[in-house]
């Protein structure tokens, strides 16, 4: 599970595998000026793929106080992860330095995903439908050196969405990683949690919490924010880096229940992946 959390994991692979260079260009990115991820607050439209959980805004750490500061380790996992059990949609934001990389998705247990994710100076729209994942790069990729490779492979790629299904692209995998970060398997974890250590209420972003720390799956413990106003959700989560050292990663959850749509991009837009990625083994 905490692999799935990683900050930066997914972007630092997916680099990696499209052979992005450490140097990049100043020249602007499409993603930034429109592509954006639904707000907390309101929903992205009336056929959303979320739904259901907080009726609130969307965001734990909002309302009357809970009280669950006052429970058991253990018990404040379990109230907390009974709490995002109905929940069906939430958003995952990490936070990270240059290097490190960024992401704000949305995503649901419908197996759809929609968002952002950065490296460095280079920005990506991320789609996920079911098993179907599109990636579409900023414009700074494109004069990036790895950008240049590609379109000398491929000259129609420029300015479309490399697509194929999760499982047969390495780079399409590892990008979509964080879409994986759902509600359910959240509240799995929080409900199945062993060892739990509580720690001193604080504030994070604003938001009043009690730190509860663990290990998910067997993996290196991770520390999470639950909220003490309003439902009891996990606002924040802190873990130690898998691939990078001793660096910590913190990711944003929020938007919980918030409904968002989901629209494939079109074959005009869209370019198969292995056009221009190579023949990679399966990451299933």
């Known amino acids: 599970m905490a692999r799935k959390f990683?900050?930066?994991t997914a972007a630092v692979i997916a680099v990696a595998a499209m052979?992005?260079?450490a140097c990049s260009s100043d020249s602007g990115d499409d993603s930034k000026k429109d592509d954006k991820v639904a707000s907390d607050k309101t929903s992205a439209g009336d056929q959303g793929n979320g739904g259901g959980g907080d009726k609130e805004d969307g965001s734990g750490g909002t309302g009357s106080p809970n009280g669950i500061e006052k429970l058991s380790g253990p018990e404040i996992a379990r109230k907390s992860g009974e709490a995002l059990s109905s929940v069906t949609s939430m958003r995952v934001k990490t936070v990270g330095a240059k290097e490190q990389g960024s992401t704000d998705l949305m995503t649901d247990t419908s197996g759809n995903c929609l968002g952002t994710s950065s490296f460095q100076d280079l920005d990506f729209r991320v789609i996920k439908k079911g098993e179907q994942v599109w990636l579409k790069p900023g414009d700074s990729y494109w004069t990036d050196k790895a950008g240049q490779q590609v379109l000398a492979k491929e000259p129609r790629a420029k300015g479309k969405?490399?697509?194929?299904e999760l499982k047969s692209s390495i780079t399409l995998g590892l990008t979509a990683a964080l879409c994986l970060a759902q509600p359910d398997t959240m509240s799995k974890s929080l409900l199945s949690a062993k060892q739990v250590t509580k720690g001193a209420p604080t504030t994070v972003d604003g938001k009043k919490v009690v730190p509860i720390t663990f290990a998910m799956s067997g993996e290196k413990p991770s520390t999470v924010h639950i909220a003490t106003e309003g439902k009891p959700y996990p606002v924040s989560l802190t873990q130690k880096s898998d691939l990078q050292g001793d660096l910590q990663g913190r990711v944003g959850l929020s938007g919980f229940g918030v409904r968002f749509t989901v629209k494939a991009p079109s074959a005009?837009?869209?370019?198969?992946v292995s056009k221009v990625e190579g023949a990679y083994p399966s990451t299933g």
Do not use: H, K, N, V
Not at 268 to 272: F, G, L
């Open 6 to 8: 990683g900050i930066g």
């Open 19 to 21: 052979g992005l260079s």
């Open 161 to 164: 969405y490399f697509q194929g």
């Open 268 to 272: 005009a837009e869209s370019i198969d």
